[in-house]
């Protein structure tokens, strides 16, 4: 596809595998799972909480690189290994999507190395 535009931010961690930190096609930035680790590839030890930061943080650097914002996020999609971790997360998601877009929380049985938690998303350009 020639309008898809491959974004690529060195503030946040490299992709493990064969996909894009984000793409952007058109006025929409589809950002790929961002797990708890620094832009260093460096998993975040902490609580649900620190770690839903570290995740959230993650896109907002690839978001800026984009020239976007987490303000801008129109879907979420939150991964978590334990429901029992919600009501925490939420706690910091929150500051991050104050407001408030669509999104699906889905809890899954394991996530890429381990973390237990993961966060994609779909934003504006």
């Known amino acids: 596809m020639s309008d898809m535009k491959k ?24 950002v790929s799972g961002q797990i708890p680790a620094d832009k ?9 909480a620190d770690k839903t930061k570290a995740s959230c943080e993650g896109m907002k650097a690839i978001l800026e690189e984009a020239g976007s914002s987490m303000s801008k996020v129109i879907k979420t999609t939150v991964f978590l290994t ?14 991050y999507f104050s407001h408030k ?8 049985k ?7 938690v993961e966060i994609e998303a779909i934003a504006l350009s």
Request: charged fraction near 15%; hydrophobic fraction near 40%.
């Open 7 to 30: 974004i690529f931010t060195s503030n946040s961690m490299a992709p493990v595998g064969p996909y894009s930190q984000a793409v952007q096609v058109g006025n929409h930035i589809f």
């Open 110 to 116: 394991e996530l890429p190395k381990g973390v237990p």
């Open 82 to 95: 334990d429901m029992k971790d919600f009501a925490e997360m939420n706690g910091m998601y929150e500051q």
């Open 101 to 108: 877009p669509a999104r699906s929380c889905v809890a899954v």
């Open 40 to 48: 260093n590839g460096n998993l975040v030890e902490g609580s649900i």
